[in-house]
């Protein structure tokens, strides 16, 4: 019997578009062999940076070779459902992060993962202020994925080294941090 090294765990990558001009948004993805980009923005528009409106931004992707799948209306932080909200318009997270469409939705990604290199992308450029990262990355870790976050200028950035910097999650989302 042979000693069989183990599997590396699939990777998944998050990037936040930020105010990247969509050239070098695209060299981000490229530099680091991206062939499909799930967009997790629940509301995938924006009158600042109409580069990155869902339809716009799939065309572009797809000149490129790199393909486009909008999944917000399973993996966004601003849920259309009412009873992931409080009272107070606060999103019930533990709620949200339970909600069966999400889970689903890990899965098809695990499994999206596992064939194909992938990038997360929201409008927030760092993971500390993203649900990408507070909501999403601890469901894929948990189902063996290793996330890492790519960064403005290009690094990656792992999920340990993200955490050991960062404020807590809370702390954070009471400042409003979060797209």
């Not at 790199?66 to 009412?82: C, F, M, N, T, V």
């Not at 499994?111 to 927030?124: H, I, P, Q, S, W």
């Not at 792992?158 to 979060?178: H, T, Y």
Request: proline share 7%; net charge neutral.
């Amino acid at each position: 019997m042979r000693n069989e090294a183990p599997k590396p765990a699939p990777t998944l990558y998050t990037l936040g578009h930020s105010r990247h001009a969509l050239g070098d948004f695209i060299a981000l993805l490229e530099k680091h062999g991206m062939v499909l980009v799930v967009d997790v923005r629940g509301q995938p528009y924006s009158r600042y940076n109409p580069q990155y409106n869902r339809e716009r931004l799939e065309r572009s992707l797809r000149a490129k070779g790199i393909d486009y799948a909008w999944r917000g209306e399973h993996l966004s932080g601003r849920p259309k459902q009412p009873e992931f909200y409080a009272a107070n318009g606060e999103v019930l997270w533990d709620r949200l992060a339970e909600s069966p469409a999400l889970l689903a939705a890990l899965d098809e990604l695990r499994e999206a993962c596992c064939a194909r290199r992938l990038a997360l992308v929201c409008a927030e450029e760092d993971p500390n202020r993203c649900h990408r990262r507070f909501l999403l990355t601890p469901p894929l870790i948990a189902r063996g994925i290793e996330v890492l976050h790519v960064r403005g200028d290009g690094h990656l950035q792992d999920e340990r080294s993200v955490r050991a910097g960062e404020e807590s999650p809370e702390a954070a989302r009471q400042q409003g941090l979060f797209d």
